[in-house]
């Protein structure tokens, strides 16, 4: 089947070499074509297996690959990987490989692409996404194709072809003038992404339901490592029941793969907060975007998890390689699908020493050697220790042959077996110590998931050295490989109001909780000796501590003690406006500023401590302080957490996304990032009582208040959110109360703040620069370091990115030091700034800085401010110090500027199938930010309802039930037949993000 005017058909055989052409534009080329093929060794088949003598590519079955361009062995090729999920060479066919040696091109691309094969539970399809044009690119957007990828199936029988997707466009119509049926060139009066949508990694799940990425909703990721971002969408096969089941996923997910469990397994980018921007994990979630939980943790600096498979035993095959550099190329490990005991952690310690080696090999040298990684899943092991997963070349063959080369693309085979692509050399782009030979991908087999030790243990299926062979994928039922006719079916978003009195039927609201704030593993796997096993303060040596790049995220010296309450702070993916109308500067596609470069609002300041009526702390089961919790908020909004101390002042963070959908109750993670530990039952915890207040933060914000004497309340703010910004909430602060000394005159401690020019070369005030982006240290004293940069989490000499406790700025407001250290603790040069003043024989990668009480800085604190006013600037710098770029521009489409669409589920009737009578449609909407427009709700459906001919807005049906639940009762249930219907329901924030939602129903199997 033809995408091109290109056809190049081989059949190949134990005796001869035949080549089939059509349209071939030299046929003289074969000659050396042939004579290179027969003394290519590479060619050469491997031996039949028993069970099937008569097989000339030594397996018992097909197997569909893809086959990319390959340019030799001194010109790289370009793979889809996380780095450039949108990349790939044109030219790359679906071929059909069969056990006699012969081969038939599927899908024959000239300048399209194919990728991400998978074959259906019954074997008799092909999924697969296909690049329509990849010689059309924006070299302005990361090389992204402008016409995009779509989703097709091909029927391994009839050779049919359906194509599953459309380009289907659904951007956030509040953010934006979009025209939604054409992202790449609309009129100029429309914003536009410049490139196409891309509908990639198809995996059918039971049901005949497909799963899939999607950049539809035209957002890009917080971090530059990777673009755009791709979410996971659920769908009918023929394309209805569309729904968006990872909306937490505002970085990026990538290839969803079936468990035989019927969870989804996912490669998620973890770049929230301030994480190292080249971080993936792991995750598993169930189909309707439920009970999602980490499987292999991001925690390993700076390598990519992706790629993966479950073979027959039941265990799952993960890739870890390092990004960009290895186009998608590492090694493989393996591990169960679920924790062998259960009565243990599911995960090893925070502290890598303590978790089990795991095997790889750097240099031939020195043979096989062990890494050791934080949070180590039970079970973990090396598939693939013969080679390693970092940004250097493979290591040489210790027998004297190639480079030992890497692995991508593992697939599942039948007996327990695995298919992957391997490349022999150095399968790397760096010169580390050589790029050469480029890669040179083909087909093999690993016997029995044995661990591989040597080129020699693998098993070849095919290798034509003028092409990269990927993505093998054995033409089979799903049985002959796990047993089953296919996954299990997990229930869809049950919602039916069982779950807590909280969450009523049809509700598009969940619920979120955790057992404890104690049992936690927050603090970081590798530290420094002189900052009590933290980060140091400021130091030249490169990686001296996991804390807040990739894994912990302590913020100083802390106890469980100073915890009093837990932070939910709701987040927003940021919308792709960089070109059109009132467009975004261009390396700041949301239009503001912050650390983390994403929005995070305040949902809640939930206090943790619980006291009976004599004033004692009430105990959990473990002997702790109960500190569990339980809160409402919009379902499908994505959110985080931070730990906080009686000031509202950041302890710790959880520097992921999380996310409840309609109708969930999320309270078992045991504890805070707990995961080496067991987890406290919620269901033994005060907040799981009856009697517990659960609180609803759509309506309201409680906030930590303070006073200077010690005492601690909560004011609820009567908005859902609360934002903290630099021109709305901190440049007052600066310009009542900081620049009478700190001016351009006075010059007081080397810090200007009366200049609010923007900063050259960047989009912020220079107020704002000195204060929260000058890591560079051009201005005020530099730090005593050697390259004289402010490194580790420091943005600048007063300010510590999320972490006020360790900010200057914020000792100088409070009158005291708050990271629970002493100036005593750490050397600090007597004059600022001047490395030789430092302590004599003391090292300034140990100093730090001092807080001296001052006329203008008591102890104490600043008199003429607020405790309200020095909490906010702890908060600002706990969001992030965040700036709001389009307010000094007047697009007012930046910080404040809502970029989450609202919540809109309906519940009755179910999709598709109903065992039960219709009677009623429900619908439910809320929103975490701007709120629910209700002007905008409407309701539509093709069938008449209530004497309303098919197509009638219905809204005015409805009625409220309470919650943001409406109900429309039918006169009468609807016949049971058949019969397929539809109900479309819309509704708008007000900020103009519109949620759509289509239900296609039958009433009767």
Request: aromatic fraction near 10%.
């Amino acid at each position: 089947m033809r995408h091109s005017f290109r056809f190049f058909f081989v059949s190949l055989c134990s005796a001869c070499l035949v080549f089939s052409v059509t349209a071939f534009a030299d046929a003289t080329r074969l000659v050396p074509i042939i004579t290179y093929l027969l003394q290519d060794s590479r060619l050469v088949y491997p031996p039949a297996p028993e069970s099937c003598p008569d097989s000339k590519i030594g397996v018992c079955y097909d197997i569909v690959y893809v086959r990319q361009p390959r340019f030799g062995d001194f010109q790289n090729t370009t793979w889809p990987e996380v780095f450039h999920p949108g990349r790939l060479d044109p030219g790359a066919d679906l071929v059909l490989l069969r056990t006699n040696g012969t081969e038939e091109i599927l899908i024959d691309c000239e300048v399209c692409s194919v990728t991400d094969p998978f074959v259906s539970f019954d074997g008799q399809w092909v999924f697969y996404s296909l690049f329509h044009d990849l010689t059309q690119l924006n070299s302005q957007r990361s090389d992204l194709p402008r016409l995009g990828a779509d989703i097709y199936r091909i029927n391994l029988a009839s050779r049919q072809i359906e194509q599953l997707t459309h380009g289907e466009f659904t951007p956030n119509t509040g953010n934006g003038n979009w025209d939604e049926r054409n992202p790449l060139d609309p009129a100029s009066s429309f914003n536009r992404l410049g490139y196409g949508i891309l509908n990639l990694g198809p995996m059918p799940l039971p049901g005949n339901k497909l799963v899939f990425t999607s950049n539809r909703n035209g957002f890009v990721p917080t971090k530059g490592f990777s673009t755009p971002t791709m979410q996971m969408f659920v769908m009918d096969l023929d394309g209805a029941n569309v729904h968006a089941i990872a909306p937490m996923t505002i970085g990026s997910a990538l290839h969803p793969t079936i468990l035989n469990d019927g969870r989804i397994m996912f490669s998620s980018y973890e770049s929230q907060g301030i994480r190292d921007r080249r971080l993936w994990g792991v995750w598993t979630i169930d189909p309707d975007g439920r009970n999602w939980a980490p499987f292999v943790s991001a925690m390993t600096s700076p390598n990519a998890y992706h790629f993966f498979t479950q073979v027959s035993s039941g265990e799952v095959v993960v890739e870890q390689y390092y990004n960009l550099n290895n186009n998608g190329f590492g090694a493989l490990f393996a591990l169960p699908a679920s924790p062998p005991n259960p009565n243990q952690p599911a995960f090893g310690s925070p502290f890598p020493n303590l978790n089990p080696g795991i095997l790889q090999t750097v240099n031939a040298a020195h043979g096989q050697t062990t890494f050791r990684d934080s949070f180590t899943p039970q079970g973990y092991y090396a598939l693939t220790p013969m080679t390693h997963p970092g940004d250097s070349a493979a290591p040489e063959d210790p027998n004297g042959g190639p480079r030992v080369g890497k692995f991508t693309h593992p697939s599942a085979a039948p007996h327990n077996d695995l298919l992957v692509a391997w490349t022999p050399g150095p399968a790397n782009d760096l010169n580390r110590p050589t790029t050469l030979p480029y890669y040179d991908s083909g087909l093999y087999v690993i016997d029995s998931m044995q661990p591989v030790n040597s080129p020699s243990e693998l098993k070849l299926i095919k290798n034509d050295p003028r092409y990269n062979e990927a993505w093998p994928r054995a033409v089979v039922p799903w049985r002959d490989i796990h047993g089953v006719d296919e996954p299990a079916s997990k229930p869809w978003l049950p919602n039916d109001g069982s779950v807590h009195a909280e969450l009523p039927a049809g509700t598009a609201y969940g619920l979120v909780g955790s057992s404890s704030l104690y049992k936690r593993d927050t603090s970081p796997g590798r530290g420094s000796s002189q900052f009590d096993g933290l980060d140091a303060f400021n130091t030249s040596q490169n990686d001296q501590s996991s804390n807040w790049f990739w894994q912990g995220a302590d913020a100083g010296k802390y106890t469980n003690s100073d915890i009093w309450a837990v932070r939910l702070l709701a987040m927003e993916a940021i919308t792709d406006r960089r070109y059109g109308p009132n467009n975004s500067p261009s390396n700041l596609a949301g239009d503001f500023y912050s650390h983390a470069n994403e929005k995070l609002r305040i949902l809640g300041e939930i206090p943790v401590r619980k006291f009976d009526q004599s004033g004692q702390p009430i105990m959990d089961p473990e002997g702790n302080p109960d500190t569990s919790f339980l809160v409402k908020l919009p379902a499908d909004t994505p959110f985080t957490f931070q730990t906080i101390d009686r000031y509202g002042m950041v302890l710790n963070m959880s520097q992921t996304w999380h996310q409840v959908r309609p109708g969930e109750q999320r309270s078992n993670c045991g504890g805070c990032h707990a995961h080496s530990q067991m987890p406290l039952d919620f269901e033994q915890t005060a907040a799981s009582n009856s009697t517990y207040t659960v609180r609803d933060l759509s309506t309201s914000t409680p906030i930590v208040t303070g006073d200077n004497a010690g005492n601690v309340g909560l004011s609820e703010v009567p908005t859902a959110t609360v934002n903290v910004e630099f021109y709305q909430d901190i440049r007052p602060i600066l310009q009542n109360h900081c620049i009478a000394c700190h001016n351009g005159s006075q010059n007081a401690g080397q810090l200007v703040l009366d200049d609010t020019s923007k900063e050259s070369g960047t989009h912020v005030p220079n107020d704002y620069y000195r204060l929260a982006n000058d890591s560079g240290a051009k201005y005020g004293y530099p730090p005593v370091i050697p390259n004289k940069s402010w490194r580790q989490s420091n943005a600048s000499r007063y300010i510590r990115r999320f972490q006020s406790r360790r900010s200057l700025l914020t000792w100088k407001l409070f009158g005291a030091r708050l990271d629970g250290w002493s100036n005593a603790d750490h050397p600090t040069e007597s004059v600022p700034g001047d490395a030789s003043t430092l302590p004599a024989g003391t090292s300034a990668n140990n100093a730090d800085l001092d807080f001296v009480a001052s006329t203008a800085h008591p102890a104490g604190g600043m008199t003429s401010l607020s405790m309200a006013q020095k909490m906010m600037v702890a908060r600002w710098i706990d969001l992030g110090a965040p700036i709001d770029v389009s307010a000094a521009n007047g697009r007012h489409l930046g910080w404040m500027a809502d970029d989450n669409r609202p919540t809109l589920t309906i519940s009755q009737p179910r999709a598709n199938v109903n065992t039960v009578p219709v009677t009623a449609i429900v619908v439910a909407v809320a929103d975490a930010y701007t709120g629910v427009d209700l002007d905008t709700f409407s309701v539509t459906a093709d069938f008449s309802v209530n004497g309303f001919a098919a197509g009638s807005e219905l809204k005015n049906l409805f009625s409220h039930q309470g919650g943001g639940v409406y109900r429309l009762t039918l006169a009468s249930a609807l016949p049971q037949n058949q019969h397929e219907r539809h109900i479309f329901a819309e509704v708008k924030d007000n900020q103009g993000n519109v949620t759509r939602q289509a239900v296609r129903f039958f009433t009767a199997p």
